[in-house]
């Protein structure tokens, strides 16, 4: 598949859209995979994400769930 540079930008820009409901589910979706043993990095490039969201989301979710860590 091939992307024009501004289909690029703009699939880009949706992913990084300030939606709480989108942000939900982009921390979901990289929990998950870091549940099926992916490495944080891994999923940052997957999702397009940097590394620190992912770590950020990780702490954050067994900080609350203590026994999920």
């Known amino acids: ?5 501004h289909d690029r930008e703009t699939l880009l820009k949706t992913l990084n859209a300030k939606d709480p409901a989108l942000i939900q589910a982009r921390m ?14 891994d999923v940052a490039g997957l999702l397009y994400l940097d590394e620190a969201s992912v770590a950020g989301w990780q702490a954050l979710f067994a900080k609350r769930n203590p026994k999920a860590a």
């Open 1 to 5: 598949m091939h992307l024009s540079e």
């Open 28 to 41: 979901a979706n990289a929990l998950l995979l870091l549940a099926e043993g992916l490495s944080t990095e």
